[in-house]
Each structure stands twice: as C-alpha cells, then as structure tokens.
C-alpha cells in the first residue's frame, strides 16, 4: 500500500528565503507525482507535475525534482513571498490507483 | 476555461440525514473523482468515475455513493449522515491522455458539517 510523508509538517522563514520540502513515497512503481497547493478552507491548486520518466519540473519560482527509485521529491521555492504562505502537498498516482496524498508541509512566510 | 465547479459550498446537516453534493468538471473532461478531507486524515480517496464507470473506490462505507452523468457532471451522496463525516468534499477532474498527462483540477469543495 502507497504511503506518502512529508517533512516538515510546518515551517516558518522570512521573506526572500529559498526553501525545500520534502516528499517520500514507499512505492515506487508511480505513474506521476503531484504537487498541489491549498490555502485554508479552500481547493487544491496544482502546481507542478512530474511523470514517472522525467527528472525535474520548473514553473516560475518553483522547482520540482522527482528520483523515483529512491522514493523521493523536492519542491524547492526560491526567493520566497508573503503570498507563498499555504499548505503544500504532495501526491503521487500509480498505474490504475488514484492519488495518495501526504499530509502536507504547512508554510508561513514572514515579511 | 472555466474550472470545476461544486455545489453546495457550505452543508449544515443532522446525523441521520443523507446528502447530495455535485460536481461539474472542467470542460472535455471525462475522470470526475471525489476526496474526502478532514484534519485528522488528510486527504482521502473516495472514487473516481470514468465515462459514467466507477473505476476506483476508495476504503470508504457502503453509505457514500457517486455517480457520473452522460455530460460528465458527477454527484456524490452520503446517507444517515454520522457527525465523523464532517469534512470538506473536494472533486477533481482530468482527462487522461492530454498532453499534461494526469493533472487533477481540483473545485473549492463542499464543507459539509453534520450535527
């Protein structure tokens, strides 16, 4: 059974920091992986999708590394705003299974 | 585009009852599935429909049920509702085999909340 983590729960940095969340998965026979981001007590927002084969994403400020047979993902933020503040989540999808989500990295950016 | 839409937004409801929340996806495609979201678990997978077909179902009770319509649009229904089905009921739809692969967009979500 696919179990995501996500390392840290929570984190706080200033502004105009670069930062790195983490995301580990135990199965590695995946068909993309997901990043999404949620503001409180609203939808997901898709940020970043990696297929099985591919290596890295980039959208703007945003990064996304995927090494599949380790098991792990980076979303990396550069230069980081007040507006960056949200939960970030990772998901990954198997062949015929639906997305399994961890339970997110919580962001406070300080101005 | 317009995105994927969910109706009723917020759902004040007594144990007992059963509810019925809707989901329009993002036009052309055809995957509507349903999760359900609670501090506790997180996001969790309920099912996902394909062409008016289940195609996945999640580790949830026979009480919560889906359906796909001919236009895509899907509901969810949830019966003799229990004050631990309190949560936010988010739908995300996908087409498969676009060139962005399995890219789920997600709606705002229902927040249901049983008393």
């Known amino acids: 059974k696919q179990e995501v983590t996500q390392i840290p729960a929570a984190l706080s940095v200033p502004e105009g920091e670069n930062l790195v969340l983490n995301c580990s998965f135990t199965?590695?026979?995946?068909?993309?992986l997901q990043w999404f981001r949620q503001d409180p007590g609203k939808g997901l927002t898709s940020l970043l999708l990696i297929q099985s084969s591919q290596r890295e994403q980039t959208s703007g400020r945003l990064n996304a590394s995927l090494d599949k047979s380790s098991g792990r993902s980076t979303l990396y933020i550069a230069a980081s705003q007040p507006g960056d503040s949200a939960t970030y989540l990772c998901a990954v999808e198997g062949g015929n299974t639906p997305l399994v989500f961890g339970k997110g990295t919580r962001l406070s950016v300080i101005a | 585009k317009a995105g994927v839409t969910q109706t009723p937004r917020y759902l004040i409801k007594t144990r007992g009852q059963q509810v019925t929340l809707s989901c329009s996806p993002i036009?052309?495609?055809?995957?509507v599935s349903w999760y359900q979201q609670t501090p506790g678990q997180g996001l969790q997978f309920l099912f996902e429909y394909f062409s008016e077909t289940q195609r996945n179902k999640g580790n949830f009770p026979g009480r919560f049920s889906g359906r796909q319509f001919s236009n895509s649009r899907s509901e969810m229904n949830v019966s003799t509702l229990e004050l631990g089905d309190s949560a936010l009921y988010l739908c995300?739809?996908?087409?498969?085999?676009?060139?962005?692969?399995?890219?789920?967009?997600f709606g705002p979500g229902t927040r249901l909340l049983v008393l």
């Open positions: 199965d590695s026979a995946i068909y993309n």
């Open positions: 036009s052309g495609h055809r995957s």
């Open positions: 995300a739809s996908s087409q498969p085999g676009l060139a962005e692969g399995g890219t789920q967009y």
